[in-house]
């Protein structure tokens, strides 16, 4: 099993910034995707970026590209992503995830792994 954490939510300003973090414990894979998923209040959850676990390939969505930027720390087993410029309808809880395989996805059923969520408030 793979423990995923997420931290570094909260309320921010139009046009600030945060970093969320996701850390692993447990069964950590050194050849893992991992990815960021935001759902939003009665909305479907949907993908916002995603790294190998060598952090040789990246892949953002089109509404982050840009303003977002994910990175890794594999000597601290965490995941980060930097997200510039918020707008108000980056406004969701934000999910970190791992896969099981190498690859990256942009689809949340091809994950095996999430932690437990983040809030994220961006306010006009």
């Known amino acids: 099993q793979v423990q995923l954490v997420e931290s570094g939510g909260g309320l921010v300003q139009v046009g600030g910034s945060l970093r969320l973090s996701c850390a692993a414990s447990g069964r950590t894979f050194s050849s893992n995707a991992v990815g960021w998923f935001h759902q939003a209040p009665g909305k479907e959850r949907e993908f916002v970026a995603a790294?190998?676990?060598?952090?040789?390939?990246?892949y953002y969505a089109d509404s982050v590209k840009g303003r977002f930027t994910i990175s890794r720390d594999n000597a601290k087993s965490t995941v980060y992503l930097q997200m510039n410029s918020l707008k108000p309808e980056d406004t969701a809880v934000y999910y970190c995830?791992?896969?099981?395989?190498?690859?990256?996805?942009?689809?949340?059923?091809?994950?095996?792994?999430w932690g437990q969520g983040t809030q994220v408030t961006v306010s006009s």
């Open positions: 995830a791992a896969r099981s395989v190498v690859m990256i996805s942009t689809k949340p059923s091809e994950y095996s792994y």
């Open positions: 790294i190998t676990w060598t952090g040789r390939s990246t």
